[in-house]
């Protein structure tokens, strides 16, 4: 399976698009289109899959650290993001395709992030009820569950961002990603109108 993903991100690469067909593509791997077939039924899918790996490779990097466990979650997130954008770094001129492709297709039609949404949202959603048990992250009626899917939206537009800067070592995405985290956990966070809520809620309980 890494195989066909390494060979289609190099004939991506090559071409500077990916193959017209599966029957193309198959015959130059020495392959059948069934043999490509019983690993995925698509070339979307096989993106997809490609994206996941990103994300895996990510955390497998994440969790090596000894450090890591011992992060804050505004940390845990920070560290993520910096992380993922290495392993983005090192795949880049296919990921500037891919996401061209997937820009065309427009915001409703991404099917090849879908794998990596899904272990996103997963992964945050678990960070958030740690954040909720070290008081990080502030528990909200109705708007606990709007959490994850901001930081997917955050992260969107961060690959979005990323793609497009032009700075030194992408110095400027790295600005970006500690402006943004920091300012959606200030947002999500206990905040100086939560606790004045909180003491008007006291005050009126006890008069």
């Given at each position: 399976m890494e195989k066909?993903?390494?060979?289609?991100?190099?004939?991506?690469?090559?071409?500077?698009?990916?193959?017209?067909?599966?029957?193309?593509?198959a015959k130059k791997m020495k392959m059948t289109e069934a043999e490509f077939y019983e690993q995925y039924n698509s070339f979307e899918?096989?993106?997809?899959?490609?994206?996941?790996?990103?994300?895996?490779?990510?955390?497998?990097?994440?969790e090596a650290e000894e450090m890591y466990a011992r992060y804050s979650v505004r940390e845990k997130v920070l560290a993520f993001y910096y992380t993922w954008f290495e392993v983005l770094k090192a795949n880049r001129s296919f990921v500037?395709?891919?996401v061209k492709e997937i820009k065309a297709q427009g915001p409703h039609r991404t099917p090849q992030l879908d794998s990596f949404k899904?272990?996103?949202?997963?992964?945050?959603?678990?960070?958030?009820?740690?954040?909720?048990?070290?008081?990080?992250?502030?528990?909200?009626?109705?708007l606990d569950s709007k959490y994850p899917e901001a930081l997917w939206l955050k992260t969107l537009w961060l690959l979005d961002f990323?793609?497009?800067d032009?700075?030194?070592g992408f110095e400027h995405t790295d600005t970006a990603i500690e402006k943004s985290v920091n300012t959606v956990f200030?947002?999500?966070g206990v905040s100086?109108?939560?606790s004045l809520l909180d003491l008007a809620k006291f005050v009126y309980q006890n008069r």
């Open positions: 066909v993903q390494k060979a289609f991100i190099e004939y991506v690469l090559d071409k500077g698009q990916k193959p017209a067909s599966i029957f193309q593509f899918q096989l993106e997809s899959e490609i994206w996941l790996g990103f994300f895996e490779e990510t955390k497998a990097k994440l500037l395709l891919n899904k272990v996103f949202l997963f992964f945050v959603e678990d960070l958030l009820a740690e954040g909720k048990e070290s008081k990080e992250v502030k528990s909200r009626k109705f990323w793609t497009k032009t700075s030194k200030d947002l999500i100086a109108l939560d």
